[in-house]
């Protein structure tokens, strides 16, 4: 079976701070993939990064970059320069590949919050 | 090119009646999922459908079904509701089994 647990609950951070999310996923395959998703108030979850197992580079997109380290089972996230924009509920996600097992697994999420 | 649509956005019921919620896909995306997200528990793999037949479903009871449609949208179906069926239900579709898109969810309130 798969796991996703996400340690932090809630974090809060003034602007401007950076700010990492922390993940930490179980699987027995060798084939997934793994997610960040990122959920307003407004309840929609917006689609950030996947990442496949095979691809252990880091990325980088704005103010945002992953760390994937298969070594540690971790996907962490890193928010550079935090805005209050960026107060939201964050996701981490795995998915296999495997036919019938493509459902997401979902972490408890992160409520991240950042104060002006 | 338009996203994940769902349909309605809010929708109270009263116990013991059925509600149905509706999902349309990004164009050409074939699969459709539902999780249900509801207070304490997390977001939860309801059932997933591709190409018209349902391929996989999450540990929910019978009385929460669905079908996908020929143009690929989705109803999600939930008979006898219960109080705790209070939830927001999310849609997403993929087109390769993997990445998955959401739409904005319909927020169910039971009474």
């Known amino acids: 079976a798969q796991k996703v647990t996400q340690a932090q609950t809630e974090i809060s951070v003034v602007e401007k701070e950076d700010v990492t999310l922390d993940c930490v996923y179980e699987?027995?395959?060798?084939?997934?993939?793994l997610f960040w998703y990122k959920q307003p108030p407004s309840g929609e979850l917006v689609f950030l990064i996947r990442r496949n197992s095979f691809d252990e580079q880091n990325e980088i997109s704005g103010r945002y970059s992953w760390n994937f380290q298969k070594s540690t089972s971790s996907f962490n996230f890193t928010i550079t320069a935090s805005q209050v924009v960026d107060s939201a509920v964050y996701f981490c996600?795995?998915?296999?590949?495997?036919?019938?097992?493509?459902?997401?697994?979902f972490g408890k999420g992160i409520t991240l919050s950042v104060r002006p | 090119e338009a996203g994940v649509t769902q349909s309605p956005t809010h929708l109270i019921k009263t116990r013991g009646q059925q509600a149905t919620l509706r999902c349309s896909p990004i164009?050409?995306?074939?699969?459709v999922y539902w999780y249900q997200q509801a207070l304490g528990l997390g977001l939860q793999f309801l059932l997933w459908?591709?190409?018209?037949?349902?391929?996989n479903r999450g540990n929910f009871p019978p009385r929460f079904s669905g079908r996908q449609f020929p143009n690929y949208s989705s109803e999600l179906n939930v008979n006898a509701l219960e109080l705790e069926d209070s939830a927001l239900y999310l849609c997403?579709?993929?087109?390769?089994?993997?990445?998955?898109?959401f739409g904005q969810g319909t927020r169910l309130t039971v009474v």
């Open positions: 997403a579709s993929s087109l390769e089994r993997v990445s998955a898109f």
């Open positions: 996600a795995l998915s296999l590949y495997t036919g019938a097992n493509s459902k997401l697994t």
């Open positions: 459908y591709d190409e018209g037949e349902e391929r």
């Open positions: 164009s050409g995306h074939t699969s």
């Open positions: 699987t027995r395959d060798t084939t997934y993939y």
